[in-house]
């Protein structure tokens, strides 16, 4: 591989961080949700540290902004790379935030160390990822790759009923039309950009692997599938004290059995396979009453389609069973579908050797969390960059990747930029 030398400056993206970090709501960690006043001083501090570089800057109706660097060739698709710019409640400073300074660092360096790209490169700081203020995810790179029409923006509110209209519309975002071509929305279809030839998206782990390996670099081969339902088991509430064991319908122990069973079929499923109930509500929830319902909820990931549904399928058999030999009642339904989403091999192979070329050690692995990426892979060559997050914390004040390990992330996407935009294809 002969690219050169590739050391883009960290300190310039460490800053840029720590100046980030100041634009959050009171509380611990970094909280700034989409259209809050935090969220939008740091888009607007993030436009003008855009356009201080030399970018043509632009912000799309969502709120999404770009800094172009525009290319030799202006026929060819754009290099899109960065992340998004919200977080969860009294999150860490990392996520989301440093694919944007990385990405906002490494076109700064790239143009002054190499000048004029072939292709256009594009960072981009998408508005929204986490569905943390509405109940939708991805708003900022959904809008980009067509998964909304628009309409979401009349009726999806947050906790105090403000809609993202109305959230928008104090922003200073226009939402009087449909997001994206007008055309194709009034087609029925929703509409992505179609001149994006590649994105690269560099992110924390937010998992323990590459710290436990003692590795630098993490090449994302594919971000998970996910299946989520919400299991109501029913049986009949009674007296704890009078009612004999075997002529009980014990809801609760029926759930407790198919939890285990689903803790089980898991581990024999073995990885990248992961299954997780975070909820269980039970009723009437009085410590001298049989449970006579409980709910509970399912959030079960794989890279593989096939073996995603078919592990989903044999769990719910298997809760089937147990709820009919113990005379229960079972309801599922399922809340969430997304697909695996691979990343594209020529790209990782191209990851692969960046590392071997800059001596950085690394691995292939999955992502078990959902990233901006997923929604590009389908529609263009999409990769993803992995540095370590300290104990696998993320979505916390305690998240932390060090100035070390985040310089060789910067240093990855940088050389991985270059392959893209400045050499013959």
Known sequence: MNTPLIQAPAREMLMLLEELAAFSAPGPGVTRLLY?????????????????????????RVGNIYGRLGGSQPDSKVILTGSHIDTVLNGGRYDGAYGVAAAMTALNYLQQTFGQPLRTLEVVSFSEEEGSRFPLTFWGSGHVTGLY???EAETAADSEGVTIKSAMEACGLSSEHPLGDHKAVAAGQTAARTDIGAFVELHIEQGIVLEQSALQIGVVQAIAGQRRFTVKVGGTANHAGTTPMLHRRDALAGAAEMLLELERSAVEAGDPLVAT???????????????????????????????????????????????????LTLEVVMTLSTAPAPMDQGLSRTLEQICLSQGKTFRTMISGAGHDAQLFASGCRTAMIFVPSRAGISHSPDEYSSPEELAAGLDVLTAMLYELAYKES
């Open 277 to 327: 109930s975070g909820r269980l509500e039970v009723y009437p929830g009085t410590p001298n009453v049989i449970p006579g319902d409980v709910q509970f909820t399912l959030d079960i990931r794989h890279s593989e389609a096939k073996r995603l549904e078919s592990f989903c399928s044999g769990v719910m058999a298997g809760f089937e069973d147990i709820a009919a030999r113990r005379g």
């Open 149 to 151: 029409d628009g309409s």
């Open 36 to 60: 809050t006043p935090e969220w939008l001083q740091a888009q607007q501090f993030l436009q003008e540290r855009m356009a201080g570089m030399g970018l043509a800057v632009r912000t799309d």
